[in-house]
């Protein structure tokens, strides 16, 4: 008893500040790197020079200065900003509900926004990119508030296999509802293409809102990070050492639909960033969700960028789904957390 | 044993109750359609004194859709009925451990590899898709298997790794599929989600010998069923070699949910509903269970076939999403309960 209490402790107080430090540091160079990548890499070629230019000297008459202003900057910042929204987002889920799989792809989120996506696209001809964001926007709160309205009236709560159970559930009859209606009105590709996820159709409108709702979760979940640490070690130790519960699990509830509302909203579904990244990053600086959730927002960042680069170089002109490329990344390390019946945190 | 008897008498109440439903809704499905056909027309149409329009309607393609839809309905039934024995999961369903989408990619791997732009089937291919979804079940079996095997397999980390492997194929599927031109991606849409209007005689060739050979198999493994479902120690202990019964068992659900998977596309919550149904009405006993749970599937089927056709005249939504739209909620409510 004493013994596993204090393995328990030892646990607890696993804080790594010089290796957290190290990751945002590396992490953030890499970054700069992918986006440089990221805008020079493409079906047109655009050196490095042209980008700085398009960016700092920007000539509208020049079409390397339109390709680097218009379509590959706004995508690479989409990119970034979309990643480390999930990966935080991804944080906070698992330490308020101390469950390794929960993430957004398995909270219904996705599959909320896919039902009112579809919903826009069957009613609304000519449908504007931002009413899609918006009603995207309303669908990952919808998706999400009905898997944790399954674990609130279950009696043991939200299981590693219950949530997925749920996540599951809600995926397919709200994933089913949308395909009818996407066959019915003959939308059915719109949507899968929205549906697939990514950054290639990212306009600077999207950024503009993508980008101060992005920040405010982001500075909202740092400002919340030590009472998520406290959370993730039990409700009753966080009640015990003066923590108000709710309050912090309210707030926990807003920056994950605010963060996962709006990458969700500019970037379809975009799977598995937000249960891997948190992951890795808890093995390298430990379980305080002080360093976890700044190094899941570099990290993250950095993983979303690459993969979009990814996803236009394996079979250019075409686009390879952003979603398919990270399902792909993530699958594997879900696996391996499902052989450990979920066990991780 | 009196209450043998009983229960007896309870199997063969709910078996000719179901039965009669089958041919009643078997009628309803032949008489609704853009042209309704009266159950007399059906009747003449049959004997040969009915006029050939209705005989040609009814013969080429409202009784190949209605018997298709009983074939699916108890294949499907019945790998559900196994599944959930054998994992001791009362959740588990072709459909949400991945065996379905590992069909539905080497289908659409098959489609867009081989066939070509043109999805209709030729006549040869009618043959040969249900061996590459088969391929496509056997090979998301055997990953479910091998990654959940850990000193055996819990029923826990089954469904989980399964739900795994369920996204994995789930996003190769959409990579291929939007590579596709627009036809044939509604086209495939329409096929993944579960449809069976475009049956034809050839399709029921095709499936009929698997459920003709695979269901018999099944149902004469009921006590093996029954056995596993006691655990493994258990049922180790009472004699059963536990793998290998549980291998076969498992090739079976595999076969037969496969074979439908091709010919109806991935029709899920179909394997979870109807065994849960069978279950209600004459108890967990397998030698009941899996004739029941065929009946009800069929049942299933063929109504929520009906309710898509006359849904939305016009435009027929798939039967899967009548399906899921009916599952769904049923299984949150298993969930919230258990």
């Known amino acids: 008893m004493s013994k596993s209490h204090s393995i328990e402790s030892e646990k607890a107080t696993v804080f790594r500040p010089k290796a957290a430090t190290l990751v945002i540091m ?40 339109q390709i680097v202003y218009r379509l590959r900057l706004p995508r690479a910042l989409a990119a970034a900003f979309i990643g480390a929204s999930l990966a935080v987002s991804g944080a906070i889920m698992q330490g308020m509900t101390r469950n390794a799989l929960a993430s957004p792809s398995i909270m219904g989120v996705t599959s909320g926004a896919m039902f009112t996506v579809s919903i826009a696209f069957a009613f609304m001809p000519f449908v504007s990119n931002l009413t899609i964001m918006l009603f995207a926007f309303i669908g990952a709160g919808l998706g999400s508030a009905l898997v944790f309205l399954i674990g609130a009236l279950s009696k043991r709560g939200l299981t590693p296999m219950k949530l997925a159970l749920a996540g599951t559930a809600i995926s397919a009859l709200l994933g089913s509802i949308s395909t009818g209606i996407a066959l019915r009105f003959d939308v059915a590709k719109d949507i899968s293409f929205w549906y697939a996820g990514g950054v290639a159709g990212v306009q600077w409108i999207n950024i503009q809102l993508l980008i101060p709702v992005a920040i405010l979760g982001l500075m909202l979940a740092f400002f919340i990070s030590k009472s998520i640490t406290i959370l993730s070690l039990g409700e009753d130790v966080a009640a015990g050492l003066g923590q108000k519960v709710g309050f912090v699990k309210l707030l926990g509830t807003i920056v994950v639909l605010l963060l996962t509302g709006a990458a969700v909203a500019v970037g379809g579904t975009i799977g598995f960033v937000g249960l891997v990244v948190p992951h890795i990053v808890r093995f390298i600086v430990g379980s305080d969700y002080r360093l976890i959730i700044p190094c899941s927002a570099v990290v993250g960042a950095l993983l979303l ?14 686009e390879t789904p952003l979603g398919a490329i990270t399902a792909i990344i993530g699958v594997p390390f879900f696996l391996y957390l499902a052989r450990r019946e979920g066990r991780g945190l | 044993m009196p209450s043998s008897n009983s229960t007896n008498r309870k199997l063969y109440i709910v078996s000719s109750i179901l039965i009669g439903a089958i041919i009643f809704v078997f009628f309803l499905s032949l008489n609704m359609g853009t042209i309704k056909i009266s159950p007399i027309e059906v009747i003449e149409a049959f004997t040969g004194k009915g006029s050939t329009q209705n005989f040609n309607i009814l013969y080429n393609f409202r009784l190949p859709r209605t018997v298709i839809a009983i074939l699916i309905g108890i294949g499907m039934a019945i790998a559900g009925a196994i599944l959930q024995g054998i994992s001791r999961n009362s959740l588990a369903d072709p459909g949400i451990i991945g065996i379905n989408s590992g069909a539905g990619f080497a289908v659409i791997l098959y489609i867009f590899f081989i066939q070509g732009s043109s999805f209709q089937a030729g006549p040869l291919s009618v043959y040969i898709m249900p061996f590459f979804a088969l391929a496509g079940a056997l090979v998301a079996a055997i990953l479910i298997y091998i990654i959940a095997w850990k000193d055996g397999v819990t029923p826990v980390r089954l469904v989980l790794v399964g739900i795994g492997i369920n996204s994995a194929f789930g996003a190769l599927i959409i990579i291929f599929q939007l590579m596709m031109d627009p036809r044939d991606f509604t086209q495939a849409t329409i096929w993944l989600s579960g449809s069976i209007w475009s049956a034809s005689w050839s399709y029921v060739l095709a499936l009929l010998p698997w459920i003709l050979i695979l269901v018999p198999i099944a149902m004469s493994k009921f006590q093996s069923i029954n056995l596993l479902q006691l655990g493994d120690n258990l049922a180790k202990g009472l004699g059963v070699s536990i793998e290998r019964e549980r291998g076969i068992l498992l090739l079976i659900a595999v076969g037969l949910s496969g074979a439908c998977v091709s010919v109806g596309g991935g029709i899920s ?64 409510y298993l969930l919230i309960k258990e």
Request: hydrophobic fraction near 55%.
């Open chain 1, 305 to 318: 960028v690459l993969s979009d680069v990814i996803a236009r170089l394996i079979h250019p002109p075409f």
């Open chain 2, 269 to 332: 919550f179909l394997g979870l509903l109807a065994p849960h149904l069978a279950r209600l009405l004459v108890g967990p006993k397998h030698q009941r269970l899996l004739p029941v749970a065929a009946l009800i599937g069929a049942l299933l089927l063929l109504t929520s076939d009906i309710v898509a056709k006359s849904l939305m005249v016009g435009s027929e939504i798939p039967v899967g999403l009548v399906l899921s739209c009916l599952g769904a909620p049923y299984f949150i």
């Open chain 1, 26 to 65: 590396i992490g953030l160079i890499l970054l700069f790197f992918s986006i440089c990548m990221s805008i020079i890499l493409g079906v047109a070629d655009i050196n490095f020079s042209t980008v700085l230019q398009g960016i700092f000297h920007y000539d509208s008459t020049s079409t390397a200065h």
